[in-house]
């Protein structure tokens, strides 16, 4: 494989609340190769979605980056001037939102915002940009696409929303999209059409894309490797296959156990106990051990890197390796 | 949306047959204009010949069943104390006080918005701050002495404009108006911004609430997401979005600025309908009070009316019969 699309090294993002410093995104790192689809999975408030703003330079304030590093296609991302960021956004690199409803302006027509998206990177005359915009509905499945155009976001179903938006971020054919949670706010059928499109084209036009979803079902059938996030941190890592059927980390286990789709038949459901922790008031070491059942004295310091580089996790106590 | 409009029409028309009841009844009940209308020493005969010239004598509802007859044929009746018709009476004062109030509520927006804006975008910047400490004295400083301050400053001292007065007018289908005219323009300047001033402050909240609200919503955020510059964010997203309330109250300000132009018609001696009506509450002329309040309650009717069509243009959301 030729050099990393997306390298990202020790990123954290920072939330200056009244409360205090709020450590949205603690350390993050991973690469991320051309036409890869990566899964980015944790229970909601992990910093899944902050995560994704990091990378397309979108942070709300009072967040901002406090430090690492993100080099896209060998520039760095952390830092760079405004323009030359905006210039990247849309073109070389897209991101597609839950919910379609609140993304889409309800008073323009869908051609109207998708002409806005394409001379937004100098897209040429009005006519240029309505042909590129129905060429794009129509790859994601959407019918008379040039009619379409003149249509409101309310004349669309939920899911025919969401395709126009993915449409949207497709305009420019970017090397890196970034999905968030573009799924959950659907039905299932709709969901499993969507994903199944989303992947066809991902590999076709060798587009890498970054699912955020909280739910590992969706992102196994669908990535090629995941990312399970808690706490601002990456976890664990490795192939879908790998981290499904032998998880390292007791958080991903617990994820995996509440599943409908994989449990054992006739078995309850186990849900992870307690909570997901206030990001504001970490203690040391493992945030997961007041939740963890193999948890010992050990996990009040930092967790260790275990694993290989491949298939790794974050954790004292591995699952496969003893208590 | 033709079947909106004929709806809409119909509940208009009955909401001005309930106004022009309400105020006939209401000018009806106070004070006796026929002790303003003749001498207190005429006699009992005159009297009684001119209460019955005027239908007083009727009981109220054969009074109003009369007037509303009249009416329907656009005929207000006469004033008690100029002896012209209402109607005539009104419309030669109204044009100035429609050109005043047009200038004064466009100043408020075009000045206005993008100031409320601004604020909106760039909540915590100097210039925000300032601009918002500026629309609270809009709106807690009383207008006649903002007009004084503004006659002192710009008429007396600086002499740059005429303190007071209407300007030379260009007739317009018959009309006279003074804002096509330079020197107009320069008579119309102040009573204009005086007038303004409390519209601008009002337009200026509205649009730094709106455009806050809107600046956190996911729709500008994909927007960013798609490279878009926080200027065509701005003005082709925020700006649509926020318009929809905006126009809500530029109606319904226009509206209430023709008919409560008073204080600054007055300093400024604008010889707009407020003078009129003054006027006409001093003399007890009830003809014209009630001419004045039935043409006001139909110009609000007619203003809302328009608000509510220029919705559907504004929300495709509202528009009927189109494919779901
Ligand atoms: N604008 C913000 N201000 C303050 N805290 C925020 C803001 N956005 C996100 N956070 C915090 O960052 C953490 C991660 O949020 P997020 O990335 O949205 O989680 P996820 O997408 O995994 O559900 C949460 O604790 C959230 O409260
Ligand atoms: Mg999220």
């Given at each position: 494989m030729s050099a990393a699309l997306l390298e990202v090294r020790d990123l954290r993002t920072h939330f200056h609340t009244r409360a205090g410093v709020l450590k949205a995104v603690d350390g993050v790192s991973f690469t991320l190769a051309r036409?890869?689809?990566?899964?980015?999975?944790?229970?909601?408030?992990?910093?899944?979605?902050?995560?994704?703003?990091?990378?397309?330079?979108?942070?709300?304030?009072?967040?901002?980056?406090?430090?690492?590093?993100i080099r896209f296609d060998g520039q760095e991302l952390v830092g760079l001037a405004q323009p030359a960021m905006r210039g990247l956004r849309g073109k070389r690199?897209?991101?597609?939102?839950?919910?379609?409803?609140?993304?889409?302006?309800?008073?323009?027509?869908?051609?109207?915002?998708?002409?806005?998206?394409?001379?937004?990177?100098?897209?040429?005359?009005?006519?240029?940009?309505?042909?590129?915009?129905?060429?794009?509905?129509?790859?994601?499945?959407?019918?008379?696409?040039?009619?379409?155009?003149?249509?409101?976001?309310?004349?669309?179903?939920?899911?025919?929303?969401?395709?126009?938006?993915?449409?949207?971020?497709?305009?420019?054919?970017?090397?890196?999209?970034?999905?968030?949670?573009?799924?959950?706010?659907?039905?299932?059928?709709?969901?499993?059409?969507?994903?199944?499109?989303?992947?066809a084209l991902a590999k076709e036009s060798g587009t890498a894309l970054i699912w955020i979803s909280h739910?590992?079902?969706?992102?196994?059938?669908?990535?090629?490797?995941?990312?399970?996030?808690y706490a601002g941190r990456i976890v664990e890592r490795g192939p879908v296959a790998e981290v499904l059927h032998a998880?390292?980390?007791?958080?991903?286990?617990?994820?995996?156990?509440?599943?409908?789709?994989?449990?054992?038949?006739g078995q309850r459901l186990a849900q992870i106990p307690g909570s997901t922790p206030s990001l504001l008031s970490l203690a040391p070491g493992c945030p997961f051990a007041p939740r963890c059942a193999r948890a010992s004295t050990a996990c009040g310091t930092d967790p260790p890197q275990v694993g290989d580089a491949r298939h790794g996790a974050l954790c004292h106590h591995p699952l496969g390796a003893g208590p | 949306m033709l079947g909106y409009i004929i709806q809409r029409l119909i509940q208009a028309a009955f909401v001005m047959l309930a106004m022009s009841a309400l105020?006939?009844?209401?000018?009806?009940?106070?004070?006796?204009?026929?002790?303003?209308?003749?001498?207190?020493?005429?006699t009992?005969?005159?009297?009684?010949?001119?209460?019955?010239?005027?239908?007083?004598?009727?009981?109220?509802?054969?009074?109003?069943?009369?007037?509303?007859?009249?009416?329907?044929?656009?005929?207000?009746?006469?004033?008690?104390?100029?002896?012209?018709?209402?109607?005539?009476?009104?419309?030669?004062?109204?044009?100035?006080?429609?050109?005043?109030a047009l200038a004064a509520v466009l100043m408020g927006a075009f000045i206005g918005v993008p100031l409320g804006i601004y604020a909106g975008y760039r909540p915590e910047s100097p210039a925000s701050k300032a601009i918002m400490a500026a629309s609270v004295l809009g709106f807690s400083v009383p207008t006649f002495w903002v007009g004084l301050i503004l006659i002192l400053t710009f008429a007396v001292n600086l002499d740059w404009l005429p303190a007071g007065d209407r300007g030379p007018t260009v007739e317009v289908f018959g009309v006279g108006w003074s804002f096509l005219t330079r020197e107009g323009l320069a008579f119309l300047a102040l009573p204009a911004l005086n007038l303004s001033l409390f519209k601008l402050a009002m337009m200026v909240r509205l649009s730094r609430a709106g455009t806050r609200e809107v600046m956190l919503s996911d729709t500008v955020k994909f927007a960013r997401a798609a490279g878009l510059s926080e200027f065509t964010i701005l003005r082709r997203h925020v700006l649509r979005l926020i318009s929809i309330p905006l126009v809500t109250v530029f109606g319904l300000e226009f509206g209430s600025t023709l008919a409560f132009a008073v204080v600054t018609e007055t300093i400024f001696s604008w010889p707009g309908v407020g003078k009129l009506i003054?006027?006409?509450?001093?003399?007890?002329?009830?003809?014209?009070?009630?001419?004045?309040?039935?043409?006001?309650?139909?110009?609000?009717?007619?203003?809302?009316?328009?608000?509510?069509?220029?919705?559907?243009?504004?929300?495709?959301?509202?528009?009927?019969?189109?494919?779901?």
């Open positions: 036409g890869e689809i990566l899964g980015l999975v944790g229970e909601s408030g992990s910093g899944k979605s902050v995560t994704g703003f990091s990378l397309i330079g979108l942070v709300d304030p009072p967040g901002r980056i406090a430090g690492g590093s690199i897209a991101m597609v939102f839950q919910d379609p409803a609140a993304t889409l302006n309800p008073v323009l027509t869908i051609g109207q915002q998708m002409a806005m998206a394409v001379q937004a990177h100098g897209g040429g005359g009005e006519r240029a940009a309505r042909e590129l915009a129905a060429r794009s509905l129509a790859r994601v499945g959407i019918p008379d696409a040039v009619a379409r155009l003149d249509a409101y976001p309310h004349e669309f179903s939920g899911g025919m929303r969401q395709r126009v938006a993915i449409a949207i971020a497709l305009l420019h054919q970017p090397e890196l999209i970034i999905a968030d949670e573009p799924t959950t706010a659907l039905d299932v059928s709709i969901q499993a059409q969507i994903l199944a499109e989303m992947k739910d590992l079902a969706t992102v196994s059938s669908l990535a090629d490797r995941v990312m399970v996030m998880p390292l980390h007791p958080y991903t286990r617990g994820l995996l156990d509440s599943l409908p789709a994989l449990a054992t038949p | 105020v006939f009844v209401g000018v009806y009940a106070i004070g006796n204009p026929i002790d303003v209308l003749i001498s207190p020493d005429a009992q005969d005159i009297r009684e010949a001119a209460i019955r010239h005027y239908g007083l004598d009727l009981p109220l509802w054969q009074q109003y069943l009369a007037f509303l007859g009249r009416l329907l044929q656009g005929d207000l009746g006469r004033s008690f104390v100029l002896n012209i018709p209402v109607l005539e009476l009104v419309l030669s004062r109204l044009p100035a006080t429609l050109e005043l003054i006027d006409s509450i001093t003399s007890l002329d009830r003809p014209v009070m009630v001419g004045y309040l039935v043409l006001v309650a139909f110009l609000f009717v007619t203003i809302n009316l328009v608000v509510d069509l220029s919705y559907a243009l504004l929300d495709p959301r509202l528009r009927r019969g189109r494919r779901a």
